[in-house]
C-alpha cells in the first residue's frame, strides 16, 4: 500500500494559499549530487505531491489505497535510485506550488509537459503519449469536433491543458469539476454539454466508474506527454531521467502500460514540446 505523508496538511494549506512561504527547499544551485535523495525530511524518502483522482493514473482503491500506473512508475523509479517513497494528497491545482516551496521533491499526476509550467518548475524526460481528447453523450449526433462546442457548456478542472483549450472556444460557459466521475457523470445526466480531458484518464474513469452513456470523439486534439515535474534546479532530475531512460529500453514501462492499459504504449520523445 502507498504511504500517506503525514506533512499533507501542511502541503494542502500551501496549496490553498494560507501558507505564502516556507524554508526548506532544495539547495540554490546544487545542479547535481552523487545520489538522489529527498530535500524535505528523511532523506532517504521522496515526498511525492499528488491528486488520487485520475485513475487509472492515480487513485484510492475502495479500501483506500493508493494505485496506478503513476504510482507503479515512481515507486520503481525511486526503488531503483535507493529510496522509498511518501505520497502527499494535493488538489492538482497546488501541486506545483509543493514543488516552487520545496515542499515536495516530485509530483506525478498525468502531469503534461508544457512551457509555461517548464517555465515555474523543472520536469523530467517524458515517460508517456497522451492528449487531449472531448467525451459527450453517446446519442449526441451534433457534437463531431472542437469546433462544435461554440455556445456550449464544457466541464474542465482548472490548472489543467484541458481547461486552458476549452477556454479558447467561443461563448462557452466552462464548468469547474473537481472530480472526473462527477464530471462524466453530469455529462451523461445532460447537465454538461462536453468534457474537455485527457484520453487515457478519460477512457480510466468511464471504465472504472461503468459509465455507459458517454462517449470520446474520434479526434485527438492535442500532442502531449507526461513527466515528473521537480523542484526549480532539482538535482534530482539527472538521476530520475537515467533510471526513466533505463526504464523505457527494458520494458518497465511498457510492461506497466499493458497491465494498466491493456496494450502497447505510444513512442515517447525527448523532451516534452
Not at 503513476?70 to 488538489?91: H, N, Q, S, W
Not at 479526434?219 to 531512460?245: C, F, M
Request: charged share 20%.
Amino acid at each position: 500500500m502507498a504511504h500517506l505523508h503525514p506533512h499533507r496538511q501542511l502541503l494542502a494549506a500551501l496549496a490553498s494559499g494560507l501558507l505564502f512561504t516556507l524554508g526548506c527547499s532544495a539547495p540554490q544551485g546544487a545542479l547535481t549530487s552523487p545520489r538522489a535523495r529527498s530535500y524535505v525530511g528523511d532523506p532517504d524518502t521522496l515526498v511525492v505531491s499528488t491528486e488520487p483522482a485520475f485513475p487509472p493514473f492515480v487513485y484510492q482503491t475502495a479500501a483506500g489505497e493508493l494505485v496506478g500506473f503513476d504510482v507503479d512508475l515512481i515507486t520503481e523509479v525511486a526503488r531503483r535510485l535507493g529510496l522509498k517513497v511518501d505520497f502527499a494528497y494535493i488538489p492538482f491545482d497546488g501541486l506545483m506550488a509543493t514543488l516552487e516551496a520545496g515542499t515536495a521533491d516530485a509530483s506525478i499526476d498525468a502531469i503534461t509537459i508544457t512551457a509555461r509550467r517548464d517555465e515555474a518548475v523543472d520536469f523530467s524526460r517524458p515517460y508517456f503519449s497522451s492528449g487531449l481528447a472531448v467525451a459527450v453523450r453517446r446519442d449526441e449526433p451534433n457534437i463531431t469536433t472542437l469546433s462544435d462546442l461554440a455556445g456550449k457548456k464544457i466541464a474542465v478542472k482548472l490548472g489543467t491543458t484541458g481547461a486552458e483549450l476549452a477556454a479558447q472556444v467561443p461563448d462557452t460557459q466552462l464548468v469547474t469539476f473537481d472530480s472526473a466521475e462527477k464530471a462524466l457523470l453530469d455529462l451523461e445526466k445532460g447537465n454538461v454539454d462536453a468534457v474537455i480531458k485527457d484520453k487515457p484518464t478519460t477512457l480510466g474513469m468511464l471504465t472504472l466508474a461503468n459509465i455507459q452513456g458517454v462517449r470520446l470523439l474520434d479526434q485527438r486534439l492535442t500532442e502531449e506527454y507526461y513527466g515528473i515535474a521537480l523542484p526549480p534546479g532539482s538535482p534530482n532530475k539527472p538521476h530520475i531521467d537515467a533510471v526513466l531512460d533505463d526504464m523505457l529500453a527494458d520494458g518497465t514501462i511498457a510492461a506497466l502500460h499493458r497491465k494498466w492499459f491493456g496494450f502497447d504504449p505510444e513512442p515517447v520523445p525527448e523532451l516534452g514540446y
